[in-house]
């Protein structure tokens, strides 16, 4: 069974930084990309990027402030962000992709994680 955990998430001051985490279980990032995205109240879901079987990325919502990394022995994946903007806040989930390559294709997901910017 596949599962996945997000943490890490929490109230930050704008300009501030948080660093999220997924945890994933029931299969091995070896094999499969991985995925964070958010949804903010009254929006559509949206990506905010992709790290594949490799370790390569793809599809930053904002390169310049996020990083998608990952730790292959502990099957996890981190989500950093950097010089947080009130518009950053949104609910985060972390998702297993359907293929080793990224794709819009995904068929777990973690339960999300609130991230609030707030002054």
């Known amino acids: 069974q596949f599962q996945l955990v997000e943490s890490g998430g929490g109230s930050v001051q704008p300009g501030g930084s948080l660093r999220l985490s997924c945890a994933a279980s029931g299969f091995t990032l070896d094999d499969y990309a991985i995925g964070w995205f958010r949804q903010a109240p009254g929006k559509e879901r949206e990506g905010v990027f992709c790290i594949n079987n490799r370790g390569f990325t793809a599809w930053p919502l904002d390169s310049e402030r996020f990083t998608i990394s990952r730790d292959t022995a502990q099957n996890m994946v981190y989500l950093q962000m950097n010089n947080l903007r009130p518009e950053d806040t949104a609910v985060y989930y972390c998702?297993?992709?359907?293929?080793?390559?990224?794709?819009?294709?995904?068929?777990?997901w973690g339960q999300g994680i609130q991230v609030t910017v707030s002054s």
């Open positions: 998702a297993k992709g359907e293929f080793s390559a990224c794709s819009s294709r995904y068929d777990a």
